[in-house]
Structure formats: C-alpha cells, structure tokens
C-alpha cells in the first residue's frame, strides 16, 4: 500500500459509525449512514427520487446491499433522513 492510499478502518473503527436500522424485519447496521445524510441534506436536494439515489450511491460504497433487498434498503435509508 502506497502512502498516498488510504487504509481501510480495522473493524472496531468501522463499527463507530454504524446505525442500526430495520430493514425488511431485521436489524442491519449501516455504515457512514449519519455522515451521509449530513451530506445529503447539504446538498439542498427537494426531490425524493434525487435524494434517495444520492443515499443509496453513497451508502453503497460502504455497505454491501443485497439486490433483492435494494429497495427495502432505499425505504429504510428516506425514513431515517426525513425522521
């Protein structure tokens, strides 16, 4: 790993910025979910659409979602950021 690259964070690091949200049932942990939707709100965005697809290219860069699931995923993620 060069210098200029970025370690990824050891596990319990990751951990800190993870929320628990329900998503189809279940409670799965999202990670960076707080920083996005500060984020996402900084962005003045007024569109649900808009706004969802910001969350989800966002939070999929650091979560793992199941495409079966991506919709569930997009529904809990707009709850959490209009609550």
């Known amino acids: 790993m060069g210098r200029d690259e970025v370690k990824p964070p050891c596990a319990a690091d990751a951990l800190q910025g993870t929320r628990l949200v329900e998503i189809d049932g279940k409670r799965v942990g999202i990670t960076t979910l707080d920083e996005t939707i500060t984020k996402v709100m900084g962005l003045g965005l007024h569109d649900d659409t808009t706004i969802i697809a910001e969350h989800m290219a966002r939070i999929?860069?650091?979560?793992f979602i199941p495409e079966a699931l991506q919709n569930e995923y997009a529904k809990a993620v707009f709850a959490e950021y209009v609550a």
Request: hydrophobic share 25%.
């Open 60 to 63: 999929a860069h650091n979560n």
